[in-house]
């Protein structure tokens, strides 16, 4: 059996998650170190870049810890608005018509925050002036 530092180990040990009964387009490896197990999403559809991905996170994994491999999350100073929404849209956590309640109350919290006015119920074009401005916001505006 080949050992769990080589990228042959790992191909036959990723594999595609289910998350609320929809199977992932990316493949995530299970790794436990230390008494602590996590599954780790490899943030790749192919299965021999994840199998290299997987053998080298484990190789660093042993030799640093579990802070060595925990993602990196941006910042509400530096993830707008509209890069949020597009990462929560892609995780498919929420139904359609949830994140897009959800999206239309963010927006307006946000436009509120700002201080953007609000256009007239008739004028589409301040109402996508409104919507790009207030995507352009960085999320740290919420707190």
């Known amino acids: 059996m080949p050992s769990k530092d080589t990228a042959t180990y790992w191909k036959d040990h990723v594999a595609h998650q289910q998350i609320r009964g929809k199977t992932?387009?990316?493949?995530?490896?299970?790794?436990?170190?230390g008494g602590k197990?996590?599954?780790?999403?490899?943030n790749t559809a192919n299965r021999t870049a994840a199998a290299n991905a997987a053998a080298s996170m484990w190789a660093k994994l042993k030799s640093e810890g579990w802070e060595s491999i925990k993602p990196t999350k941006s910042t509400g100073d530096t993830?707008?608005?509209?890069?949020?929404?597009?990462?929560?849209e892609a995780s498919h956590v929420l139904k359609k018509a949830t994140f897009n309640?959800?999206?239309r109350k963010l927006r307006t919290l946000a436009s509120e925050l700002a201080g953007l006015k609000k256009g007239t119920h008739h004028d589409k074009k301040?109402?996508?002036?409104?919507?790009?401005?207030?995507?352009q916001l960085p999320c740290s505006i919420l707190s």
């Open 126 to 135: 301040s109402a996508a002036d409104r919507r790009n401005k207030v995507e």
């Open 101 to 103: 309640t959800y999206t």
């Open 37 to 42: 197990q996590s599954l780790i999403n490899l």
């Open 79 to 88: 993830i707008k608005i509209s890069e949020y929404l597009q990462q929560v």
């Open 24 to 33: 992932t387009s990316t493949f995530y490896a299970r790794m436990a170190h």
